[in-house]
């Protein structure tokens, strides 16, 4: 499915399938959502500052590798990532 979550409207309230159905769905989304709203709020992303599409695409690229290396960061200070062991030269 598309993951798009169901919405009610006045005097068609979403029927009980469906919430079950958007509880299902939020288990999945929140974790993408989460990434998002880190980005807009850390990088500055609510608008793109760029003109133009590979612009706008190379300014989300280094925004995600940002994020990916912040995630990286917090993990290993948490102590939930090892770092690779140092190869030593033969």
């Known amino acids: 499915g598309d ?7 006045r005097g068609h309230p979403v029927h009980p399938l469906q919430t079950r159905m958007n509880r299902a769905i939020a288990t999945l989304r929140y974790k993408v959502e989460q990434g998002f709203g880190t980005m807009k709020q850390r990088f500055h992303l609510g608008r793109a500052r760029c003109f133009g599409a590979a612009k706008t695409q190379a300014q989300m690229a280094w925004a995600a590798l940002g994020l ?20 030593s030269p033969s």
């Open 68 to 87: 990916n290396l912040l995630k990286a960061t917090r993990k290993l200070q948490s102590g939930r990532l090892q770092p690779c062991p140092s190869s």
């Open 3 to 9: 993951l798009i979550q169901f919405k009610g409207s």
